[in-house]
């Protein structure tokens, strides 16, 4: 038995890879339902299903195309297909699309139509900087971290990536995301959005498949405490009796770092944290609206097209954690309505029905410092192995990464004998 303890997306692609050998799981989540960061919900004020946040993927992000082929779900992700990034510059109104050709040779940015506006092709061979590996260094050492490429592309896309200031970003990081994308061509860069809702795509269809591969899922259930003897994980406590461990029981510890700090006195863990803000409004998007479309020189960062709302994304939303929602759905619905080109004069002082959604914890800072304390899946408990987007994956915390660690864990929880023969299966 392998007792997962955390239903997040580290905790469900971890059980749904055990699921998928056959292995027997017990999936523990303390909230009343699964996805963790990654959930959805009926909003009383919109009036709908919302996501607590927006969350983009790549095409070429293998890991989630594992998981999504593994629960039956590859069609729930939405998008172009072709690598097409429109933009807004909101400061002198420039609008552009960033085009990516497919193959890895990137004459895009030979064509002025597919590159960003003011710059010229040799800008764009600072990206090989980032491209190697840099470990312990920040990006604004390898970087000028000034002019038309960096405001207009870099620092959003990386931004968005890091969600932490990509000035203080740790370069290896960086480097990681435009490897697995830009990097392998814009083939592996379509983008991909769940439809038509995050939980409908990566999480209501994993706990169907660990329902009919007969895995015990337990809502509600807070783990307390581990009972730790001889090298080994011997119980788990809920509140309830203790769950007691048998010899070759494994557990798969996939809840937040400051969770698993408390469980494990010593164990090194990331301690900064930034936010991500998104807000949504109930407004239909107007025809041909974009999926979705970057901002530059606003206060939002991404705005994302659904069929029946607008919603935006604020990577490292620290300044703005404090201020009132309703002044702040007034500035965001401004800079929403000038990209799509709609009125922000309409009935309620110009605003749709909103939602503001404050993540104050949504990931660990992407910095060289952070990245040091990023503990390994292995411990010191020969039965215990970790899973999070916080682990040492080699990726910031982004779906892809959790969802890596996750296939890690339940790799690292097969005995020799189980994991030889997982390799030798046809």
């Given amino acids: 038995m392998v007792h997962v303890v955390g239903a ?67 069609e729930r992700l939405e998008g172009p297909d072709e690598a097409a990034f429109p933009f807004l510059d909101l400061r002198d109104g420039t609008r552009w699309v960033l085009r990516p050709n497919n193959g890895r040779l990137p004459w895009w940015v030979l064509q002025s139509g597919r590159r960003v506006p003011g710059t010229r092709p040799q800008d764009y061979l600072a990206l090989a900087r980032l491209l190697r590996r840099q470990p312990g ?110 010899p070759r029981d494994r557990v798969v510890l996939a809840v937040p770092p400051w969770t698993a700090a408390e469980l494990l006195p010593g164990l090194s863990v990331p301690e ?13 998007p107007p025809p041909g609206a974009p999926a979705l479309a970057g901002l530059v020189g606003g206060l939002v960062d991404w705005v994302f097209a659904f069929p029946d709302r607008l919603s935006v994304t604020i990577s490292d939303a620290r300044h703005l954690m404090e201020e009132p929602s309703d002044a702040l759905a007034a500035r965001l619905w401004a800079e929403v309505a000038r990209l799509h080109g709609l009125s922000a004069e309409a009935p309620q002082n110009g605003i749709p029905p909103w939602r503001i959604v404050k993540e104050r914890r949504a990931t660990f800072a ?49 005995s020799p004998s189980e994991a030889k023969s997982e390799m030798v299966a046809p």
């Fill in 366 to 414: 992407a910095t060289p410092e952070q990245e040091a304390r990023r503990p390994s899946p292995r411990t010191g408990w020969t039965n215990l192995v970790l899973a999070g987007d916080w682990v040492r994956t080699g990726l910031p915390a982004t779906i892809e990464g959790a969802l890596r660690s996750g296939e890690a864990a339940a790799a690292l929880s097969l």
């Fill in 272 to 284: 900064d944290f930034r936010p991500i803000l998104n807000a949504h409004f109930r407004a239909t």
């Fill in 8 to 74: 997040g997306l580290a905790g469900l692609s971890a059980a749904v890879s055990l699921a998928g050998r056959g292995m027997a799981v017990t999936l523990w989540e303390a909230a009343p339902q699964a996805g963790g960061r990654c959930r959805s919900y009926h909003d009383p004020q919109l009036g709908m299903v919302i996501d607590n946040g927006n969350h983009l993927v790549l095409s070429g992000n293998q890991a989630v195309a594992r998981y999504l082929s593994a629960i039956g779900a590859e």
């Fill in 137 to 246: 260094r920040r990006i604004d050492a390898l970087l000028p971290c000034r002019g038309a490429l960096w405001e207009r592309l870099l620092r959003p896309v990386l931004l968005s990536a890091l969600n932490t200031a990509p000035e203080e970003g740790a370069a290896d990081l960086a480097g990681a995301v435009l490897r697995e994308s830009l990097g392998r061509g814009g083939r592996a860069a379509w983008p991909r959005i769940a439809s038509p809702t995050l939980a409908a795509a990566f999480v209501d269809p994993a706990i169907a498949f660990l329902s009919r591969r007969g895995a015990a899922i337990r809502f509600g259930q807070r783990l307390r405490g581990l009972s730790l003897e001889d090298g080994r994980v011997s119980g788990l406590a809920f509140g309830g009796p203790m769950v007691t461990l048998g």
